[in-house]
């Protein structure tokens, strides 16, 4: 695997500050959904491992792009970016670019701002406005450990255990909707965890 961008510095924005995951940000209003990596503009952006284009925006904030890709067990946007023209379905290789750091109008720092989700079969939006306080999918991963071990070049498994985390008003037949995009799959849920009853608690861990 390699690390989204062409870089020798040792980069650690992604780390600490405002541009670590679950930052605040809109003065405590919601939490930063990615991990930020400081580089210049222009700088190129290149797919972690062999991938699937999903989706393609160039307008994610204000005037930079971001490009989604299906990798084996999980979903990368690689964000405020311009990216390259690619299809819907395209398939890219690991290390292919993706695109160039693009800066966002009125804002000085250039970065990636790179998120991760685990559900690959869910093909709604990954933005979802008032479900979180990340204002992102239920599905969202924490990418820090994951950019870490790439940006160290130790070896990286992608993530397999896919753990969904109970909130008011969830049931089986919802939880399975939004992470199967088939309600009607809710048995899978109940069967995989060994479930007693299909009465759930907020903050339950559920693998699905």
Known sequence: ???PINTEKDIKSFLTGAGKFGATRDGGKRLHGGCDIYEKEGTEVVAIEKGVVRRISTAFYRNVGAIEIIHENYIARYCEIEPLDFKIGE????GQVLGKIK??????????HFE???NTKDTSP???????????RK???NPTEFLTKLK?????????ERVYTVVKGDTLYSI???MYGDGMKYMDIYKMNNLQTKVLQIGQKLKY
Do not use: H, W
């Open 103 to 112: 800066k966002i109008d009125g804002i000085s720092q250039s970065m990636l």
């Open 126 to 136: 990954l933005s979802v406005k008032d479900i979180n306080e990340y204002g992102r």
């Open 91 to 94: 398939i890219v290789e690991e």
């Open 152 to 160: 160290n070049n130790i070896k990286v498994e992608t993530p397999k």
């Open 116 to 118: 991760m989700y685990s």
């Open 139 to 141: 599905d969202i991963l």
């Open 176 to 178: 399975a909707e939004r």
């Open 1 to 3: 695997m390699k690390f």
